[in-house]
């Protein structure tokens, strides 16, 4: 873990997206934080030890997704899958999101994938419920989305991107973001067209690695705001009557949601422009897919 020393620091910002508004004063204590994102080889630890069996794992109770289709109650998880011709990213997410039975932390891809080539990339497919059962094995918490905010800073505040003010530096990628038009052409520009292997890009003025890109990353805050979030950005939300997320336009959306920070490996300047410390994003605490990681905090 990495010591930050805490602090005031101005938080969102109102140059990009309506939830991320109004730009803020905040203030944190110090604060212990993973220098990366919890591994497929961390992940396996706590599993070893404990035995745990994930969200994805298990197939959901038919009374807490009253209407669902038999299909859909079974162990699953919700898989990014490339288009194979140009779709209109304004169109329905489900167009590129697939739920797949038997995809879950050890079947990233789907029951014929494996991690053994991927132990240092964050663990992906876990639901609240496996991020807050991994942090009290570990004795740690999840970072409150200012913590997270002002750790992803590193210390430069105000800056538009974790390391400044310009996306590319010196013509370098600085994190693992989709470069092309999202979501079917990505030109591989860094190499990786999913997760990458913690550390690949350099850290942040604090030592942190992939607080930005590679996996979005779960904090400890209920989603709330008052104002309408933007465009749901890379991911499905579910309802109770279809967990693959196809619902009615308006339909309500009662499940619980907690704050995602940092974007993912599918961030593109075309489609959602999240690869910054100010960018959040509610997700259901049901659902887990291939691009959500995470990381625990330890405070004094």
Not at 27 to 44: E, Q, S
Not at 54 to 64: C, G, K, L, S
Not at 166 to 185: R, T, Y
Request: hydrophobic share 40%; proline share 9%.
């Amino acid at each position: 873990m990495v010591w930050i020393p805490g602090g005031s620091f101005t938080m969102g910002s109102d140059r990009h997206y309506p939830e991320e508004r109004p730009l803020r004063p905040a203030r944190v204590g110090g604060f212990w934080i993973d220098r990366t994102p919890v591994t497929n080889r961390d992940f396996a630890r706590f599993v070893a030890a404990t035995g745990h069996r994930t969200v994805a794992e298990i197939a959901p109770d038919p009374e807490d997704y009253p209407g669902a289709l038999p299909e859909m109650l079974v162990p699953a998880s919700l898989v990014f899958t490339l288009p194979s011709a140009p779709i209109d990213s304004r169109g329905s997410v489900e167009q590129w999101w697939a739920l797949v039975p038997g995809a879950d932390w050890r079947h990233p891809t789907g029951p014929d994938s494996s991690i053994e080539a991927l132990q240092d990339h964050p663990v992906v497919h876990v639901a609240l419920a496996d991020v807050e059962a991994y942090a009290a094995w570990a004795g740690a918490d999840l970072a409150t989305e200012a913590e997270w905010e002002f750790a992803a800073r590193g210390g430069l505040d105000g800056a538009e991107y974790a390391w400044g003010d310009s996306f590319l530096v010196d013509g370098a990628h600085m994190a693992n973001s989709w470069q092309g038009n999202f979501p079917h052409a990505n030109s591989l520009e860094d190499g990786w067209l999913r997760t990458s292997p913690v550390g690949a890009y350099p850290a942040n003025g604090y030592g942190l690695v992939d607080m930005i890109g590679n996996v979005w990353e779960w904090t400890a805050d209920w989603w709330s705001t008052p104002s309408v979030q933007s465009r749901n950005c890379c991911g499905v939300e579910t309802h109770p009557s279809s967990r693959d997320g196809s619902v009615e336009p308006g339909a309500p959306i009662p499940i619980a949601r907690r704050v995602l920070k940092g974007g993912s490996h599918l961030c593109a300047p075309n489609y959602c422009r999240r690869y910054r410390p100010a960018a959040r994003h509610a997700h259901p605490v049901d659902t887990s897919t291939s691009h959500i990681g995470f990381r625990c905090v330890l405070r004094p």
